[in-house]
């Protein structure tokens, strides 16, 4: 059986076996990260949903008001007037079919991609490439859009996407351990509204389950579910 180092072994020792607060939780995460690296400080949420069902499906953007702590490469697929549009918001590449191409020849070096309606066509055969990555633009999610200088900058200023997996957990980063606990706390009370916006309708009981915290190396913190929603069907 494999064993958990001592550092991770030190830090489930901080973590009692109950519901923080919200901050507290927050502040527990940030004080149990041990890597080297400055690491990512995640959200786990449960939601009283069916994802099987389409009238169930939890599927958002919000742009997190600290950013997410990284820099974010963005592709732009575009013609005409839209490509200026697309560097002076500042994309990191632009281009078309040549640009197509490059992906599907195995470029990925990039974190998101925008694509005007218009030139789906060229992006469409990408999906085996980009679909598995969380890569492929979804008009659902803001980055199939005319208005490319928008979706670039939401993106570079630390717009999240969030969906629930088919177990019905949504996970979602709120920024880094270096953050302070009040900038990750404004990040996840975004989120959380974000998501309390999206309860379906065919939702019922309670919508938020249990949620959890942790860093990117950290043991995960239980947080108390009704701090996230407390309202029932």
Not at 115 to 120: E, L, R, V
Request: proline letters at 5%.
């Amino acid at each position: 059986m494999p064993r958990h180092g001592k550092h991770y072994r030190n830090a489930v020792e901080k973590v009692e076996e109950r519901p923080y607060g919200l901050l507290e939780a927050i502040e527990l995460a940030k004080e149990s990260a041990y890597a080297k690296f400055d690491e990512t400080v995640e959200i786990a949420m449960r939601l009283g949903v069916d994802p099987k069902h389409a009238d169930q499906m939890v599927r958002g953007t919000v742009v997190l008001p600290h950013g997410t702590g990284k820099t974010q490469r963005v592709v732009v697929f575009a013609s005409g007037e839209k490509i200026k549009e697309a560097e002076d918001a500042g994309a990191d590449h632009v281009g078309g079919e040549e640009l197509a191409a490059k992906v599907q020849a195995g470029w990925m070096d990039f974190d998101a991609v925008v694509s005007t309606p218009d030139m789906m066509k060229a992006v469409g055969p990408l999906g085996r490439v980009l679909g598995p990555r969380g890569l492929m633009p979804n008009p659902k999610a803001g980055t199939v859009t005319f208005d490319v200088a928008k979706a670039v900058e939401d993106i570079k200023a630390g717009k999240v996407e969030f969906r629930v997996d088919k177990a019905g957990i949504l996970h979602a980063p709120l920024g880094k351990v270096s953050f302070s606990a009040e900038q990750l706390k404004a990040n996840a009370d975004a989120l959380i509204t974000a998501v309390n916006k999206l309860r379906p309708a065919a939702s019922k009981g309670r919508y938020v389950r249990s949620a959890s915290l942790s860093s990117t190396m950290g043991p995960g913190i239980k947080v108390d579910e009704s701090q996230l929603i407390a309202t029932d069907a």
